[in-house]
């Protein structure tokens, strides 16, 4: 039996179905898999989860917390020793070892076959914690880990690409991404794209309404490209048309996404709906016709999947890994990123197609998503990920 241990910053929520789907179908297969977080504050119990040590402000209680830390390490003392000596021969210094070992101690303490940290930003300063504990690592590759990250610290991955065993991405584009940053082309890797469960009533829908309801679900970050979208809608605002637009999302963009609502004059058309229960997302797609993810980058975007499967047109822009996402005309549309107009003129496109094209559109979409992200498939491509 595999003992599989998956690094986080917290457990799974209920609505992050990639990581929820991924452990069950790992426990389906027989797999014992441990989750590794910062902290466990919503009571996660899909399977085992045990908290890093914490980092205290106060010194008294951080030397305490060290001291017991330490003695729960004697039993593991070969591998705390094989630790210190992959990390002195990378050039780190005393006091920085002190450090990784106790922030890292509850997985030296841990016996896995593999060490999975489902970002690579969480891998970062814990390159060689794999190696002495007699497992190999993986790391998954997202969005931010590679668009973003490496922007600011250009070689950040350098060490990390050194001693991954294993990659996984979850879409071409990021892979190719990794290859930017480093990651030797012999490394062995794998794409698996998020995965939906799939709605048992096939969704029922007519020829676009007015006023034409329209969806995005997005982190409130400059990437999202909301600023674009807005600029988009306040043009066909000026064609005439009439519609409702809804925000699902929260984050440090809130203010200034407000204040843009304003002055495009859109206060009428636009809600921010804030964070929703996915239950309660998914419903708001369901009374939607248009979903737009018009964003500079994404590493795929599960939101995405969950629209086209809910039978709502999904125009998208041409940023990251959206276009293996939706097929330009075939399942969906693909707009270039940054331009407002364009993607205004292809919003007013979608909305007079006739009634036949838009029902084509629709079950291309439906029928692409249930036969290529299924849940069923993720598991099997898992299960071989870890042979």
């Not at 794409?191 to 676009?208: F, H, K, T």
């Not at 979208?229 to 984050?251: C, M, P, S, V």
């Not at 692409?368 to 042979?387: G, I, M, P, S």
């Amino acid at each position: 039996m595999k003992q599989i241990g998956i690094v986080l910053s917290q457990p799974p929520s209920y609505s992050e179905t990639f990581f929820n789907s991924k452990i069950k179908g790992l426990q389906d297969s027989g797999y014992t898999v441990t989750l590794f977080v910062q902290q466990n504050r919503s009571g996660y119990a899909s399977c085992k989860v045990i908290e890093a040590p914490k980092v205290y402000r106060s010194k008294l209680r951080l030397l305490l917390s060290f001291i017991g830390v330490f003695f729960s390490l004697l039993p593991y003392r070969l591998r705390v020793f094989r630790y210190m000596r992959l990390e002195r021969a990378a050039g780190i210094g005393f006091g920085r070892i002190l450090k990784h070992i106790y922030i890292h101690a509850h997985l030296l303490r841990s016996t896995l076959d593999w060490l999975h940290f489902g970002f690579a930003t969480m891998a970062l300063e814990s390159e060689h914690v794999a190696k002495a504990i007699g497992a190999k690592m993986a790391v998954s590759c997202r969005g931010y880990d590679l668009d973003v990250y490496p922007l600011k610290y250009p070689n950040a991955y350098r060490l990390l690409w050194v001693h991954t065993d294993k990659v996984h991405a979850i879409s071409n584009y990021m892979l190719q991404r990794a290859y930017a940053t480093g990651l030797p082309l012999t490394t062995p890797s794998a794409i698996i794209p998020p995965a939906v469960l799939v709605p048992e009533l096939e969704p029922s829908r007519g020829l676009i309404s007015s006023p034409v309801q329209i969806t995005s679900i997005a982190r409130l970050h400059w990437i999202k490209g909301l600023s674009d979208t807005l600029e988009a809608l306040a043009l066909l605002k000026q064609d005439g048309l009439q519609f409702h637009y809804r925000i699902i999302g929260e984050g440090p963009e809130l203010a200034s996404l407000k204040f843009a609502v304003h002055q495009l004059g859109l206060t009428d058309e636009v809600v921010f709906c804030g964070r929703l229960a996915h239950d309660a997302a998914m419903r708001v797609l369901e009374h939607s016709s248009i979903y737009i993810q018009y964003s500079y980058s994404e590493g795929f975007c599960n939101a995405v999947l969950e629209a086209q499967v809910r039978g709502c047109l999904c125009v998208v822009s041409d940023g990251g890994a959206l276009p293996e996402n939706v097929i330009d005309e075939q399942t969906g549309w693909v707009v270039e990123k940054r331009n407002a107009s364009a993607l205004a003129k292809r919003l007013l496109e979608v909305i007079h197609l006739p009634e036949a094209e838009q029902h084509r559109i629709r079950q291309a979409a439906i029928e692409r998503v249930t036969t290529r992200f299924d849940l069923k498939d993720q598991h099997q491509a898992f299960l071989a990920f870890y042979e």
